[in-house]
Nanobody
């Protein structure tokens, strides 16, 4: 089971940018999909973006499409989330997750139950 460690969170003003990183202890390139999710206090976990590691296909949630970009660097075993034009509504704990090949659960690219391995999260706070 791969271990995932998120970093890059912080506090910014609305309109600012942050770049999150998800580093894997194992071979992230062997994961089928890697995704970013977020959860704000009192809200359900929301799928932000995910990427098909082998082929590069990307998926984005409607609230971040056009503002966030998911990128992978297999050599560094890292997946990034570039966030631009941040809004106060983007404030949340951001989690990285990975889905291994052959994972039995049905796959939906932005559904948390589709992913098995999770990091501890990194906090993003956006002030108005």
């Amino acid at each position: 089971q791969v271990q995932l460690v998120e970093s890059g969170g912080g506090s910014v003003e609305a309109g600012g940018s942050l770049n999150l990183s998800c580093a894997a202890s194992g071979e992230i390139s062997s994961r089928q999909y890697v995704g970013w999710f977020r959860q704000a206090p009192g809200k359900e976990r929301e799928g932000v973006a995910s990427i098909y590691v082998s082929g590069g296909t990307k998926f984005y949630g409607p609230s971040v499409k056009g503002r966030f970009t998911i990128l992978q660097d297999n050599a560094k075993e890292t997946v990034y989330l570039q966030m631009k034009s941040l809004e106060p509504e983007d404030t949340a704990m951001y989690y990285c997750a990975a889905r291994p090949p052959g994972y039995a659960r049905e796959f939906y690219p932005l559904q948390s139950s589709s992913f098995r391995d999770w990091g501890q999260g990194t906090q993003v706070s956006v002030s108005s």
